[in-house]
């Protein structure tokens, strides 16, 4: 059977369990959340029972609360640390460049933190050894070497995060068809591929469903670098996924109490960031998204 799963969630899940072990000591107790929290809480959508093929199916999490966060050591931007980078890698036409530029802005709205794209770099840094040709005869990367020999070496100016985004196909060890990406949370460094999320052309529908996909993972694999795990409370972008189906049927929207975890290290204007994603959907066309971002926008009191 095909292994068709996001490599990088698997990833998470092994390695966040240690580092809870070792805070038990100084237990942070939450603090009641702010009102915005509680006015957009009536706009979660609880998850279903999961169905056979399922991430919850296959992956009996147990979810993170505020204060399971809060004690569970995670980077906040700094002084020093607080812009998240994206390099392309590989030869990309006008559509795919533009689609970059779009998530740059969205994950600069997403995250309220500046977000830069790096010079492209040429698919000549992938040594012959470190590509194969896959089963459907195109061409792929080992995607481990891009982290270990290409994202580690790059230490961009101030960066929280960094993520390569393919034009290839990307493979995570031999005996696997294909990953969609992988990443290393500890470097806050993680590689993704458009490869996969779109038909030959880039064209109309097929644009704008490839892009929310790129917002879903990019924002999904980013999250996980600012400490959120997987999410069980609600519809959200932290829910973990098992293939593009099931991303295609997770909301975009991050649920309020994945909200509350984001914004209590951030400290941004949580309404400005609202706003912000209402006006980023409305400018691409993205229907659905918007009509999630003006529904959170109707529950708020204080705007
Ligand atoms: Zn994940
Ligand atoms: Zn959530």
């Given at each position: 059977m095909k292994k068709l799963f996001f490599l990088l969630c698997v990833i998470l899940c092994s390695c966040q369990s240690n580092k809870e072990e070792k805070t038990k000591t100084n237990h942070i107790q939450a603090p009641p959340p702010a009102p915005y929290f509680t006015d957009i809480k009536v706009n979660d959508v609880k998850l279903g029972k999961p169905a056979y093929g399922d991430w919850l199916f296959s992956h009996k999490e147990k979810g993170q609360s505020f204060e399971q966060f809060l004690n569970t050591k995670h980077i906040v931007p700094t002084k020093e640390e607080n812009i998240i980078y994206l390099q392309p890698m590989g030869k990309f036409n006008s559509l795919q460049t533009k689609q970059i530029e779009l998530i740059r802005q969205y994950l600069e709205i997403f995250f309220q933190l500046e977000t830069k794209v790096l010079s492209t770099v040429s698919?000549?840094?992938?040594p012959k050894q470190a590509r194969r040709i896959g089963d459907m005869g195109q061409e792929q990367f080992l995607a481990g070497y891009i982290l270990d020999s290409v994202l580690k070496k790059e230490k961009p100016h101030k960066g929280i995060a960094l993520m390569a985004i393919t034009e290839k196909d990307l493979y995570p060890?031999?005996?696997?068809?294909?990953?969609f990406g992988l990443a290393s949370y500890r470097d806050k460094i993680a590689v993704s591929s458009i490869y996969r999320l779109h038909d030959e052309n880039l064209e109309g529908a097929d644009f704008s469903v490839c892009l929310e996909r790129l917002l879903k993972i990019c924002s999904h694999e980013i999250g996980h670098m600012f400490?959120?795990?997987?999410?069980?409370?609600?519809?959200?972008?932290m829910n973990g996924t098992n293939s593009i189906a099931e991303t295609d049927m997770h909301s975009i929207r991050l649920c309020s109490l994945c909200q509350l975890k984001l914004q209590s290290g951030f400290n941004y204007d949580n309404v400005k960031r609202l706003k912000d994603l209402e006006k980023y959907f409305k400018e691409n066309n993205l229907v659905e998204d918007l009509e999630l971002m003006q529904k959170d926008l109707e529950k708020i009191k204080n705007k």
């Open positions: 698919n000549d840094v992938v060890k031999p005996e696997w068809n294909f990953v400490g959120l795990r997987h999410c069980i409370e609600a519809n959200c972008v």
